[in-house]
Structures are given as C-alpha cells and as structure tokens.
C-alpha cells in the first residue's frame, strides 16, 4: 500500500459476514484503483473513539452496519436530508481534513434501483404499494417510494404502534394496515415489498396469500439470503415479476463507492456472481 492509496471500510459489531469488502474489491480491481476496503469490527461503546482514530488513519470514508447506523447519526457533523429522514446512516466520509463527518443514506436509492434494474416495469405512481416491516430497512423504503411519487403506501406491521410512530415521522400517504389484513391489503396493489427478515434464512417463514395481489404487480424482497424466498417462488409462479434483495446491497453501495474512489461503478453479472460466491 502506497501513501497515494485510498483506504475504505464497513464498520459493524459483528462485521466478518459482511460482504461489502467483496463488492467493494471487485469494483477496485476492475477499475484498477489503488485502494483498500476493509471490514472493521468496532465495539458500540467504541464507536466515537474509533471514528476519531480511522479519521486520523487517513481514511476517505466508511460504511456502517448494525448496530451502528442510528447511534452513528449523532456522531456526525453534517447530514444529508435522505440520513436526517430516515434516522440512520450508513455511508460516512471525511473532509480533507479529517475534522468533520458527513453522514448519507443510500439504502432508499439502492432500493429503487434494483427495482428499476430488474426490467420489470416498476414506476413508483402506477398504484399502491405494500410494505410489510417497519424496520430501519422497511423506513428506508417507504421513504423512497414517498419521495419517488408513491400515492399510496400500505405500512404492514406486527406491532402496529411501530408502524404508526414511522408512518408520523416520514409523513406522506402512508397508511397503517393490521398485520392480520395483511392478505387483503394487497387487493390493487402495484408493488409489495417484503422488508422483514420473514422467509430469511434461519428465521420464521412469511405466511402471506397472494390471491388478492394482482398478477401485473411487482413483489420484491429484500433479504438475499436466500436468494430466491418462498415469497418470491410463489410470485414467479402466478406470474408476478419477482426482485430478489441482492441488487439492493449492490445498487446502495454504487453512491458510497463514488464518494470514497471518485468512481461510478456498475452493477453487472459478473458483480452478482462475485458476491454470491462469497456468501457463507
């Protein structure tokens, strides 16, 4: 490594799963950039300390992962508008001095790109959307699709306070929905987007009918692991245009990659099969 390398990192509490060090070192290699991306494993009661120290390391920026994205927040000394909304961070970059923080959020934006991607049709105004979760992932979404001119987003939760706290802080056409109407809910909808980790591997199964979603929706689910849910098989099989969640991961990471490298990467197959082959 050469004084002129750009050095980068995701931070997290765990962060040996995170597979952010493998998208980030394709796009390196493949644009031939002298740079590093690293994995940080920083302590919660850590984290201002450690910010303090990778700045003063010479670091261009970081990502941040759970449990970090929320208390990384009130560390910054500037945040976009996207980070502010939300309430959680999860690219941080230094100025050239390394005495100030600037915090972004690129989960809504990799959010929508992945949909627009998958060439299935997706336009944010064609009708409602359903959104089961309520979540850091689940506000991220429902404020993309708000801000991308979404009439109507149905907020779906299984502790129904939590939806409404969201549902008050964004603002917006969001209506709040019982977790027992959650079938019903998708009667008209144009989009259902699964943003729990129901159907995840290792975690409880989505028992949710399709019957009353129409056929020309489009059902995206968040998590990548695996890759293709039960959620998702059953959409592909009544004909529903079906997004797995690993483009998301993709797509977020283009912006954080840009603002540490000074490059716009693309998201490609051989990107995909990258990734893929790193997952546990």
């Known amino acids: 490594m050469s004084t002129t390398t750009t050095k980068a990192g995701v931070i997290g509490w765990p962060v040996s799963h995170s597979l952010s060090p493998r998208l980030h070192g394709f796009w390196l290699d493949r644009y031939g950039i002298d740079g590093t991306y690293e994995a940080i494993a920083v302590d919660p009661a850590a984290l201002g300390d450690e910010l303090g120290r990778l700045a003063g390391l010479g670091y261009a920026g970081l990502n941040v992962t759970v449990p970090h994205k929320q208390a990384a927040l009130k560390r910054m000394t500037t945040l976009s508008d996207t980070a502010r909304r939300i309430g959680a961070v999860n690219t941080i970059t230094f100025d050239k001095d390394k005495s100030a923080l600037h915090g972004d959020n690129t989960d809504g934006y990799g959010f929508l790109e992945n949909l627009l991607a998958a ?74 987007v699964n943003a729990t980790t129901l159907g995840m591997t290792g975690k409880p199964p989505l028992d949710i009918s399709l019957d009353a979603l129409p056929t020309d929706a489009t059902v995206n689910d968040i998590v990548y692991a695996p890759l293709e849910t039960p959620l998702l098989v059953a959409a592909q099989r009544r004909g529903n245009g079906a997004v797995d969640g690993l483009g998301m991961l993709l797509h977020q990471a283009r912006p954080a990659f840009k603002a540490f490298f000074g490059r716009d990467p693309e998201v490609s197959a051989a990107l995909r099969h990258h990734v893929l082959a790193g997952q546990p």
């Open 119 to 192: 060439g299935c049709g997706f336009d944010a105004t064609r009708g409602p959307a359903v959104v089961l979760g309520a979540g850091g992932a689940a506000r991220a979404v429902v404020a993309a699709l708000c801000d991308a001119g979404a009439a109507e987003v149905r907020l779906v939760n299984r502790t129904r306070g939590t939806a409404e706290k969201l549902a008050a802080d964004l603002g917006g056409p969001i209506s709040v929905i019982d977790w027992n109407d959650r079938s019903p809910a998708l009667a008209d909808a144009a989009l259902l």
